[in-house]
């Protein structure tokens, strides 16, 4: 279209576009068979593609997008480049799944590898960095289990497929608060530790009768507040 035949005023080409009438009708097919055609390739990709999708499913999925938009807006373009396209999509997906299976080493290098963002009760700040996470989004992350101290973490793995998972200490711990400090009300409740301090930085705790002024051992800061203790 020249830029001349362009008119903001101009309400029948915005809604309709250059395609007649006729091809609305056409376009309900087209998205039905569309619609059908995904469904099948998700299917005969796996079950997975229904839960939290990998590195490798969302590319796919991606393509599929791809492939199958053209075919819905544009009556010049037919639906069998589409489903070529699909068949090709969902047969690179298979072979990848089934090399993921057999080749733990491939699979690494595919989907990427598991970080530990907590390690016994103390960020993994290097981790966190690879990972392009903050202690807030990880802090928050661990609330939303309900769980306010660090040092109840044992484990927080950041999955390949950037879900996570947590494993807990049972007993009493000490170690360092994840209550905002804004909080005041909450704040009143905790059971301060008084000959225990945790590195604000990385929640490295120290056992001290006066605040430390040195360098945490672990992420060489030099922020230290007062640990909560935390009954089981």
């Known amino acids: 279209m020249k830029p001349e035949e362009i008119h903001i005023?101009?309400?029948m080409r915005i809604l309709q576009g250059e395609a007649p009438w006729s091809f609305l009708i056409e376009v309900v097919i087209r998205i039905?068979?569309?619609?059908?055609?995904?469904?099948?390739?998700?299917?005969l990709m796996g079950k997975k593609m229904a839960a939290t999708l990998s590195r490798n499913e969302l590319a796919a999925l991606v393509s599929l997008a791809a492939a199958v938009g053209m075919a819905l807006q544009s009556p010049e373009r037919g639906l069998l480049p589409a489903v070529i396209i699909c068949?090709?999509?969902?047969?690179?997906?298979?072979?990848?799944?089934?090399?993921t299976f057999k080749s733990k080493r491939f699979e690494r290098v595919s989907q990427g590898n598991i970080s530990i963002l907590v390690d016994d009760g103390r960020l993994n700040l290097e981790d966190m960095k690879k990972c392009l996470l903050t202690r807030e989004r990880v802090y928050a992350q661990i609330r939303s289990k309900g769980i306010d101290n660090l040092a109840k973490v044992q484990r927080l793995y950041m999955e390949s497929d950037g879900s996570f998972s947590m494993i807990q200490y049972s007993g009493e711990v000490t170690?360092?608060?994840?209550?905002?400090?804004?909080?005041?009300?909450?704040w009143d409740t905790e059971n301060v530790a008084g000959n225990v301090f945790a590195c604000n930085s990385c929640g490295h705790t120290e056992n001290s009768h006066?605040?430390?002024?040195?360098?945490?051992?672990r992420c060489h800061e030099n922020d230290?507040?007062?640990?909560?203790?935390c009954k089981p």
């Open 9 to 11: 005023t101009d309400l």
């Open 175 to 186: 170690g360092l608060s994840l209550v905002p400090k804004w909080d005041e009300d909450f």
């Open 32 to 43: 039905f068979f569309i619609y059908l055609l995904l469904m099948l390739s998700m299917r």
């Open 210 to 217: 006066y605040k430390p002024n040195k360098h945490c051992p």
């Open 224 to 229: 230290w507040v007062n640990a909560v203790a």
């Open 87 to 99: 068949l090709v999509v969902i047969g690179i997906q298979r072979i990848v799944s089934n090399i």
